[in-house]
């Protein structure tokens, strides 16, 4: 199973803006699986980035199905809709619940978004994140659910202890740990120049939002490039994955 997925089929009649899209996952310095997976389908308007938990194969089966499930929206062109990604997550979470009903404890973050009719819509679980970046600030555009996140919320953590809690790796949801997949939605506004980050907590927790706001006013396969370098530099701990979508300018 390969790590990414894209699909190939076009919508020409969709009033969408023009967006590319960048996508990179690395292995990490210390595991010996990469269990993240990417959806990147810039023709059909939707990406992901899942990272599995279970540790090895099972959390590499869970962050598949999850990639799959997505992914199986963009087989016959139509538009992706709030049904549609809420169906697939919910067929992905089943899976994976079967999973661990035969033994294999696992689940799976997820981080994506999808455009239609120039409207973007985020959707997530756990602790990968979306940010955008614009007119050169960046913003975290999803809320980490974790164990370390809840603490931050109630003023008990600034984001730096946050970051080096040893907890830090605890997430509060996911796919396939629950009945349902329990995931957050927001619709984003999308202007020309803007540039959104989606990634694994491979990088986010490896490299502040400061580094990662200056590294991502780069080319952007530059920037996917030295954000992986950047992560690799500070321990590399953990696999890293992402995807970098850029709205063109009018």
């Known amino acids: 199973m390969s790590w990414f997925m894209r699909a190939s089929r076009a919508r020409a009649c969709d009033p969408q803006p023009a967006l590319r899209s960048v996508a990179k996952t690395h292995i990490g310095r210390v595991r010996s699986v990469n269990e993240d997976r990417i959806l990147d389908c810039p023709e059909s308007h939707i990406w992901a980035v899942a990272d599995g938990m279970g540790g090895h194969s099972r959390g590499d089966r869970a962050a598949t199905l999850v990639v799959q499930a997505l992914a199986s929206l963009t087989a016959d062109g139509r538009p992706v809709s709030a049904a549609a990604v809420a169906s697939a997550l919910s067929a992905a979470n089943d899976q994976i619940l079967a999973l661990g009903r035969s033994g294999e404890t696992c689940g799976s973050t997820v981080a994506g978004l999808y455009v239609e009719q120039g409207r973007c819509t985020l959707f997530w679980a756990g602790d ?4 955008r970046l614009r007119r050169g600030r960046l913003q975290l555009l999803s809320h980490d659910h974790s ?3 809840q603490l931050a919320d109630a003023g008990l953590l600034t984001p ?3 970051r080096g809690h040893p907890h830090a790796n ?3 949801r996911a796919i396939g740990i629950g009945p349902h997949p329990n995931t957050d939605h927001a619709v984003c506004d999308l202007a020309g120049g803007d540039r959104l980050l989606l990634c694994s907590d491979g990088l986010s927790s490896m490299v502040d939002d400061s580094a990662i706001e200056c590294i991502l006013k780069l080319d952007p396969a530059l920037a996917s490039e030295k954000l992986v370098e950047a992560a690799l530099k500070a321990g590399g701990t953990d ?3 992402l995807i970098i979508v850029d709205v063109d300018r009018p």
């Open 160 to 162: 730096g202890q946050a």
């Open 128 to 131: 990968s994140r979306i940010y």
């Open 239 to 241: 696999n890293i994955s």
């Open 147 to 149: 164990y370390v996140q």
């Open 170 to 172: 605890v997430i509060t």
